[in-house]
């Protein structure tokens, strides 16, 4: 999978940006706040249809008008295709209109058109940070390879939002037990199909990641293990409903799912250094594309951001070498030193200089 060409219109800090980077190895070089991050954010949108950071899509918009278009050509193994997010402020609120090959998409729909695996600092988290961040990282790998789990993640977004608010009115009214029994149903049944993706995911990501990590960190050992919900979820969630009532909110379900995270057989939250939970966590992203290219017979666009920094030359040669095996990458740096000069050779070296790109010597 290779990105061809991203035109951005007032997206953040970039009035309008035209880039066609090449098929191997993309270095953006530039200074903080110059845009490098912005430019993973526009491209990762194209594959999971909204920003992994803006809270808020109009956040997204920057200063040259009421809208932002991100619009790229995509090549697949067998085709092109044409993919835009255009975003349209009114008020305090941005509308967004997506679409593929000049089709209209739900944002459901987009995941699966365009694959990448986002690496950037806010997911140093992933070790470091609570629960949900594992589990979004699990969701942006599997909407992008498993047909229905966007539209089943939405699914169980409904039921926690409908039974919650039913659990706080049966509390205080004393009835809608019999609606209660429908949305059990349901989130037995969304619950089921998630736990079940995420556990062939995670046992299929476990390997991959201790063989990467094991490359970067001369032998280190890590393991993941998936905290699914209990195997019996419908008489989990029967057993729960006393709970649930008191706190008003659903206790058993995927939304409460983790993965442990261990490095030589310790909780790698508590134990690692920074550098060895970062390359924790970049060894996990690598598993994702390897995970992903089996999957989808394709591999997807590496973004990473800033991944080199808290590394030392050692780790930085074999993450690199990991990295350049083949597909698409574009990775960004503050300055092109740590990069060896046979990979920066063979790379097209972009300069970010305050939103605007150009190709450098
Ligand atoms: N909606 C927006 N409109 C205009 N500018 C914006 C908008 N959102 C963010 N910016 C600006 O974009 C600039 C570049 O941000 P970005 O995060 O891409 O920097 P960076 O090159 O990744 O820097 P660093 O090396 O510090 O991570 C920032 O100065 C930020 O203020
Ligand atoms: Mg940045």
New binding site residues.
Partial sequence: MRLRRLQLK?????ARLDLSPGPSVNVFI????????????AVAMLALSSSPRARRE??????AGAG?RIQAEIDTGQSRREISIELDVTGDRAHRAIEVDGARRRAFDLPGHFRVVLFW?DDLGLVKAGPELRRRFLNQMLVQVEPGYARALAGLRRVLEQRNSLLKRMAAEDTGADTLDAWNQELVKVGGEIAAARTRAVAELAPEAARCHAEIASGERLEIEYQGPPENLAEAVNNSLAEDLRRGSTSVGPHRDDIRVLLDGQEARSYASQGQQRTAVVSLKLAEAALIERRAGERPVLLL??VLSELDGDRRAALLQEVAVGGQVII?S?EAGPFPPDLIAKAMVWT?E??RIQPCG
């Fill in positions: 007032n997206h953040r800090n970039y530039g200074a903080n706040g110059q845009g490098k991050t912005n430019l993973l954010e109009i956040e997204l918009v920057g200063p932002s600092p951001d800033d960004t503050v970010v305050a939103g």
